[in-house]
């Protein structure tokens, strides 16, 4: 069930589903083998069976590591796959001891278990709800825990036995505790995928994909509750809009390809050159808006002249060509972008939209004196 769940997942390339996928495969081979001991064939159902789920567990890591953006690879679970399948061989045939056995692989998962445990909680992105990597801990520690308390009953000699599936309530504990971790830590991961579906569903439906600027609704429920929030701290609000000049002439003169490069380029200076308290958005077209939290109107002002002259400062001709145009040839001068801006301070009384109908006036201003500059209100 939980192959099946997760090949489903597997279209939407989401980073770490292969590697969980082929986790689950080994541990089903690896479970189906443990459950024939009493057929014989040691080789296949102690050893092999052992060492598959050492690296079902350890490819369940690694997809963990790839899913939260680490280095895939985990070497010291890798040399520790081998130490299980070294070790098992040495306490099976040359100093048969079923304790030591028993220890070495639970220290094993036990660790493999805590480090995944540890990674949903560390890594969780930002903003995401906590649910899902809780759910994730909470699993991959219930079975570090049971891991670890039986490598410690076992290896300390508390418990003696001969064979490992020898009918014992501590053994029915393991089982039990056993079936319950493997399919909660799987609906785990489908749960991580699903976080992770539903995050690139939202920077869809809020960010704009040209620029990476918030899109009008997002931007207007996001000022909205950034001006509420600055009303109850007494911090200022300063708000601008932007507009691209000459933006219909780049779409007119080098085709629209050209114009999306443009927005491209424009979104990247302006992601480079604001803070990351503040707030970005496309109003639709070339305009866009700037909200900037706990900062004077001057110092604004100067912040937009900065990301004015970034803009201007990318030159035209051969491979440094900014986005937005083409190559320098005798039709396309040297040339910067330029944009226009319109500024103002939240006043007492004053709406979202009354913020932005003055700032809105400003940037007409701007126009009409000549583009290329930021006025203020």
Same mark, same amino acid.
């Given at each position: 069930?939980?192959?099946?769940?997760?090949?489903?997942?597997?279209?939407?390339?989401?980073?770490?589903?292969?590697?969980?996928?082929?986790?689950?495969?080994?541990?089903?081979?690896?479970?189906?083998?443990?459950?024939?001991?009493?057929?014989?064939?040691?080789?296949?159902?102690?050893?092999?069976?052992?060492?598959?789920?050492?690296?079902?567990?350890?490819?369940?890591?690694?997809?963990?590591?790839?899913?939260?953006?680490?280095?895939?690879?985990?070497?010291?679970?890798?040399?520790?796959?081998?130490?299980?399948?070294?070790?098992?061989?040495?306490?099976?045939?040359?100093?048969?001891?079923?304790?030591?056995?028993?220890?070495?692989?639970?220290?094993?998962?036990?660790?493999?278990?805590?480090?995944?445990?540890?990674?949903?909680?560390?890594?969780?992105?930002?903003?995401?709800?906590?649910?899902?990597?809780?759910?994730?801990?909470?699993?991959?520690?219930?079975?570090?825990?049971?891991?670890?308390?039986?490598?410690?009953?076992?290896?300390?000699?508390?418990?003696?036995?001969?064979?490992?599936?020898?009918?014992?309530?501590?053994?029915?504990?393991?089982?039990?505790?056993?079936?319950?971790?493997?399919?909660?830590?799987?609906?785990?991961?489908?749960?991580?995928?699903?976080?992770?579906?539903?995050?690139? *569903?939202?920077?869809? =439906?809020?960010? &704009?994909? %040209?620029?990476?600027?918030? $899109?009008?609704?997002?931007?207007? #429920?996001? /000022?909205?509750?950034?001006?509420?929030?600055?009303?109850?701290?007494?911090?200022?609000?300063?708000?601008?809009?932007?507009?691209?000049?000459?933006?219909?002439?780049?779409?007119?003169?080098?085709?629209?390809?050209?114009?999306?490069?443009?927005?491209?380029?424009?979104?990247?200076?302006?992601?480079?050159?604001?803070?990351?308290?503040?707030?970005?958005?496309?109003?639709?077209?070339?305009?866009?808006?700037?909200?900037?939290?706990?900062?004077?109107?001057?110092?604004?002002?100067?912040?937009?002249?900065?990301?004015?002259?970034?803009?201007?400062?990318?030159?035209?001709?051969?491979?440094?060509?900014?986005?937005?145009?083409?190559?320098?040839?005798?039709?396309?001068?040297?040339?910067? *972008?330029?944009?226009? =801006?319109?500024? &103002?301070? %939240?006043?007492?009384?004053? $709406?979202?939209?009354?913020?932005? #109908?003055? /700032?809105?006036?400003?940037?007409?201003?701007?126009?009409?004196?000549?583009?290329?500059?930021?006025?203020?209100?």
């Amino acid at each position: 069930m939980s192959l099946a769940i997760l090949g489903s997942l597997r279209p939407a390339r989401i980073p770490g589903v292969s590697r969980w996928i082929g986790a689950y495969v080994w541990a089903s081979v690896a479970l189906v083998l443990t459950g024939m001991q009493r057929m014989g064939m040691p080789v296949l159902t102690v050893l092999v069976s052992n060492t598959l789920l050492a690296i079902a567990v350890t490819r369940a890591l690694e997809g963990c590591r790839e899913f939260f953006g680490l280095q895939p690879r985990a070497p010291l679970a890798r040399i520790g796959c081998a130490v299980v399948a070294i070790g098992i061989a040495w306490w099976y045939w040359a100093e048969p001891n079923l304790a030591a056995r028993i220890a070495l692989v639970s220290a094993f998962h036990a660790a493999i278990y805590a480090a995944i445990g540890w990674m949903a909680i560390r890594y969780r992105p930002p903003g995401r709800p906590v649910y899902s990597y809780r759910f994730v801990t909470a699993s991959a520690w219930l079975g570090a825990f049971a891991h670890g308390l039986r490598g410690v009953t076992y290896g300390s000699g508390m418990i003696e036995q001969n064979t490992l599936l020898a009918v014992t309530p501590l053994n029915v504990v393991w089982l039990a505790l056993g079936i319950l971790v493997l399919p909660s830590l799987s609906i785990g991961m489908v749960l991580l995928a699903h976080d992770r579906m539903a995050e690139r *569903l939202e920077r869809l =439906a809020n960010r &704009d994909e %040209l620029t990476s600027a918030l $899109t009008r609704r997002a931007f207007v #429920a996001h /000022a909205g509750e950034m001006i509420e929030a600055a009303r109850v701290k007494g911090t200022p609000v300063v708000l601008a809009i932007l507009d691209i000049d000459h933006f219909k002439a780049i779409n007119d003169h080098f085709g629209h390809a050209a114009g999306d490069r443009a927005l491209a380029h424009f979104g990247r200076v302006v992601a480079t050159g604001v803070r990351e308290s503040d707030l970005f958005g496309r109003l639709g077209g070339e305009e866009f808006a700037l909200l900037f939290p706990a900062i004077t109107r001057e110092a604004a002002v100067m912040r937009l002249d900065a990301l004015r002259v970034a803009a201007l400062a990318v030159r035209r001709g051969g491979d440094s060509a900014p986005h937005g145009q083409e190559p320098s040839t005798p039709q396309t001068p040297h040339a910067g *972008l330029t944009f226009s =801006a319109g500024v &103002d301070v %939240l006043n007492p009384g004053d $709406t979202l939209a009354s913020l932005m #109908a003055r /700032a809105d006036a400003a940037l007409y201003e701007a126009k009409t004196r000549g583009r290329d500059r930021v006025v203020t209100a």
